[in-house]
């Protein structure tokens, strides 16, 4: 079984400023990693994805995170955000052993501030 | 760019009736799911479908939930008979080989 631990719900930030959102896992298994965006009243969107190689993937938006396997975690950076940014923000992971389904952390609401 | 389509935006039903959900999922796609998202809580994985039969099923998905993949392009979820506590988003996915699973935009189910 997997779990994924998102530990702040919600994250205020100032336009420009850098942001963090934390994404820690627990898995039996190796896993790969997800993040994806929920814009209001809209769908998921595929952020970036670790499946190999290196540890530190670019995704769309400006968006970057970095796998740690010894922390079991997968944190999601951006140098400096912008308003259009806020939205829900979710990491997810899915085992590599065959089971295809993602499992879910609760979210992370990110409020850009002008 | 292709994308997962979804059908009705916004389905109102009333407790115990059969409600279908439809999605076309991204045309040259291996694998379809279905998702849900209780209001203010996390998503939550249903059911998986590969190679025309369920791969895959969480504890939610049982015996009042079915999925179809009735022709080449759609890929349906029933509720067979629907209770308060399937009001929630619905969302279908798909995915290629590689994991990696798009989504489509929802439908809002409310049931009352």
């Known amino acids: 079984a997997q779990s994924v631990t998102q530990l702040d719900s919600q994250v205020p930030v100032f336009e420009e400023a850098p942001v963090e959102l934390r994404c820690n896992y627990s898995s039996s298994v190796s896993v790969y990693l997800f993040w994806y965006v929920q814009y209001p009243n809209q769908g998921l969107q595929l952020l970036l994805k670790y499946l190999s190689g290196s540890t530190l993937v670019k995704g769309i938006n400006g968006f970057e995170a970095e796998f740690n396997k010894s922390q079991t975690s997968f944190h999601l950076r951006k140098p400096s955000v912008h308003i259009s940014d806020t939205a829900e923000y979710f990491c997810a992971v899915s085992d590599r052993s065959g089971r295809r389904a993602l499992t879910f952390g609760s979210g992370t609401r990110l409020q850009v501030q002008p | ?112």
């Open chain 2, 1 to 112: 760019e292709p994308e997962v389509t979804q059908t009705p935006s916004h389905q109102v039903t009333q407790m115990g009736q059969e409600v279908i959900l439809r999605c076309v999922p991204i045309s040259n796609h291996l694998y379809f799911y279905w998702y849900r998202q209780i209001l203010g809580q996390k998503v939550e994985f249903l059911v998986s479908f590969y190679n025309n039969e369920i791969s895959e099923k969480s504890e939610i998905f049982d015996d009042q939930f079915s999925v179809e993949r009735p022709d080449g392009s759609n890929f349906t979820l029933k509720i067979r008979s629907t209770k308060l506590e399937d009001s929630a988003m619905y969302f279908c996915a798909s995915s290629g080989a590689k994991p990696s699973e798009f989504f489509g935009p929802g439908t809002r189910l409310t049931v009352l």
